[in-house]
């Protein structure tokens, strides 16, 4: 499952690195699902191309730019598989990790398995504050949050239902599958940097997104008011 938004650079790009790393798992039959966020580049055609000449590629081809966060949600819950794997385009999470993923959801009783970012190549600065606000968010929530990781990662089907069910129209995915209680663990990786293309994580939008995850993963905001 992959968002994207202006990614005309970085598609060719993660259909090649995802098939290539699907290609040594016999195990599982698999998909491509891509949300195109309503692109004003030529991504969604060049998805379209991929779908094509590739059955297993697929599209979500928004009317209109729904954000971030639903776009995201949007290709996580649609698919119904045994699992759902979330992957970004912009390729700062590297698809080689996705055997990782599967290997732990294969062997413990996670429903969810997060690949979290044990450094990075980004903004040193940046990533301290993602940090802190992880453990800010921790504290809030008075319950284990998952910290440094995008929401990549894989969800078993159980998750992937409930989630479903879900009346938040704005979901904050992550915060979700550790709030609600689902088994949940990690896998340790170092983010790449972007390569390709600009990222539309504009600091009003990382704002907007750390907001998001404490009003939807705590009440203590609600009570100070």
């Known amino acids: 499952c992959i968002p994207c938004f202006n990614e005309e650079s970085n598609i060719h790009e993660i259909y090649r690195r995802t098939t290539r790393v699907i290609s040594y798992i016999k195990d599982y039959d698999f998909s491509i699902v891509f949300s195109d966020n309503a692109s004003t580049d030529k991504t969604l055609e060049i998805i379209k191309k991929l779908a094509e000449k590739d059955e297993r590629v697929g ?5 209109a730019n729904f ?11 649609t698919p ?10 912009d390729l700062q999470d590297p698809p080689e990790e996705i055997p990782k993923l599967i290997h732990e959801w294969e062997s413990t ?12 190549k980004e903004n040193k600065v940046l990533f301290f504050l993602k940090t802190k606000y992880y453990s800010f968010l921790s504290w809030l929530t008075e319950k284990r949050m ?12 159980s998750v992937i239902q409930t989630l479903r069910k879900s009346i938040d129209s704005y979901p904050f995915i992550k915060g979700l599958v550790c709030t609600i ?5 990690t896998v340790p ?26 009003v939807n993963s705590s009440r203590k905001p609600i009570r100070i008011i």
Do not use: M
Request: charged share 15%; proline share 1%.
């Open 80 to 89: 119904d598989t045994d699992a759902n794997i979330l992957l970004f385009s």
């Open 109 to 120: 009783d996670s429903q969810v398995v997060f690949a979290v970012r044990k450094t990075s």
């Open 146 to 157: 998952v910290k440094n990781t995008t929401g990549f990662g894989i969800y078993d089907k």
């Open 189 to 214: 990786y170092i983010s790449s940097e972007r390569e390709f293309g600009n990222s539309s994580a504009s600091l009003p939008f990382l704002i907007d997104f750390g907001v998001l995850g404490i």
């Open 67 to 77: 954000g971030f966060v639903r776009s995201s949600a949007n290709v996580l819950l």
């Open 59 to 63: 599209y979500i081809a928004n009317i």
């Open 181 to 185: 209680g689902f088994k949940w663990s």
